[in-house]
């Protein structure tokens, strides 16, 4: 699909999700680094999982120099319910341990006057951080626009025909989609993604979007 005609479906697909699910508020509701860290316990698990974990860490640690200086096998014990534990125990105090030790302070305020570019590729830099996590953080907490692709949106991306096996999804869909609209189509695709677009059984029959998709039509 060319690229005038996809930013035709896309502006069409989310004016179609707004009238079913309502507008959506978003912004920079979050420290930037509590987001950072939420989001790497939101590796390779689910919401809940995520939550527990974090929610352990706050009750366990009373702030990030507690959590940085921890034993990495206790503070793996801790986020446990996240799956992947010492990995990510791992990664949360290499995080931390940068941002003291180059910006002095656990902020990543010194992002704010970069371009996106520059900000998510600075984010890039830290163990386990790609292009979702470090988007989650430029939208969702520093107010810079940058389109996050996580598993639901992929799996929606790819059964409308948007992106193909061999394209990656981020680049396509930051060119794609308006930036003023990012936070909010970013959210509306992962409700529809949990609503209705699941990954084993789609409730094709009750989707909005059904006559543009892809998948469906190939059923």
């Known amino acids: 699909m060319d690229q005038r005609r996809l930013k035709k479906q896309v502006k069409q697909v ?32 689910n919401d809940r999982n995520r939550d527990l974990a974090y929610r352990a860490l706050k009750q366990t640690y009373p702030d990030w120099d507690a959590v ?30 940068t941002l003291l030790t180059e910006q002095g302070a656990y902020t990543l305020e010194h992002l704010m006057p970069m371009t996106v570019a520059q900000a998510r590729d600075w984010l890039m830099q830290l163990p386990g951080v790609g292009k979702k996590t470090a988007g989650i ?19 929606i991306t790819r059964r409308l025909g948007w992106v193909t096996d061999t394209q990656d999804a981020h680049d396509l ?37 059904q006559d543009l998709c892809l998948s469906h039509a190939e059923r």
């Open 173 to 209: 869909m930051n060119v794609v989609v308006p930036p003023q609209e990012m936070g909010s189509f970013h959210m509306q695709l992962i409700e529809h993604g949990r609503s209705t677009c699941k990954a084993r059984k789609p409730l094709c029959a009750d989707c909005v979007l």
């Open 14 to 45: 989310a004016q179609r999700l707004l009238r079913h699910q309502g507008p959506k508020r978003w912004g920079s509701t979050k420290d930037p680094v509590t987001l950072l860290v939420e989001t790497i316990l939101s590796h390779n698990t």
């Open 68 to 97: 940085l200086d921890a034993a990495p096998d206790e503070l793996a014990r801790v986020i446990r319910p996240a799956g992947l534990n010492h990995q990510k125990a791992e990664r949360i105090q290499i995080a931390l341990r």
């Open 137 to 155: 953080v430029l939208t969702f907490g520093l107010n810079k626009p940058y389109f996050a692709v996580d598993t639901h949106i992929n799996r």
